[in-house]
């Protein structure tokens, strides 16, 4: 496998992820489809006003998201491949504009494929990366860039961070699917068949 796929392949899913979050708030009620952290966060300020109107709709979306992930989980048990997991979501993603269901209905169901995503590919290159939030990614970077700067000697304690350039394409990446994601929303009537049309390049090219 060409050094670079890894790379394409991680870079690819955070767009994805990056489209699914920017639609998912801008049509789907202010909710995260992909940003557990964002939901979480938003869920509580809402409590806290004692509005639960708004509290339920930032919840609901993370028992979506785990069921996801435990089905792909599970799809990776069973078939040792994380292709049946993106194209289950890219599918998600391509009829979930076409059901007869609400904007409500809608973000768990892309919730749902966000958390199959999560864990079905987990490690690109040797690096541990999550394809749906960037907080992690953001301080491996740093990490990697204080390494580079100033390399230090080796301590069980300050594990090296390895492939800078893999880290910073992974959020960059989320930045640009957001904003490609914020742009097809008022130019195309089905803006999630763009992350899906991605999913299957990656499985497929």
């Avoid at 806290?48 to 089905?71: E, K, N, S």
């Avoid at 490609?180 to 999630?192: D, H, Q, R, S």
């Amino acid at each position: 496998m060409s050094p670079r796929r890894p790379v394409l392949h991680a870079t690819a899913l955070v767009i994805v992820a990056g489209i699914a979050d920017a639609v998912g708030y801008l049509t789907m009620g202010g909710v995260f489809t992909a940003n557990m952290t964002g939901n979480t966060v938003l869920a509580g300020i809402a409590a806290a006003q004692h509005d639960w109107a708004r509290t339920w709709p930032h919840i609901a979306p993370l028992f979506c998201f785990f069921a996801g992930a435990m089905v792909s989980r599970l799809l990776l048990r069973l078939t040792h491949r994380s292709a049946p997991g993106l194209l289950i979501e890219a599918g998600l993603l391509v009829l979930v504009d076409f059901l007869p269901i609400g904007p409500e209905a809608k973000v768990l169901v892309v919730a749902f494929a966000m958390g199959i995503q999560a864990s079905a590919v987990t490690h690109f290159a040797g690096s541990a990366i999550s394809t749906v939030v960037v907080t992690s990614t953001l301080a491996r970077a740093a990490d990697s860039a204080l390494d580079r700067l100033w390399p230090g000697e080796e301590h069980p304690a300050v594990p090296g961070v390895p492939n800078f350039r893999l880290l910073a394409l992974t959020w960059s990446g989320y930045l640009i699917g957001a904003i490609v994601g914020a742009c097809l929303v008022p130019l195309v009537a089905w803006p999630l068949l763009v992350p899906a049309a991605i999913l299957l390049l990656v499985v497929f090219v």
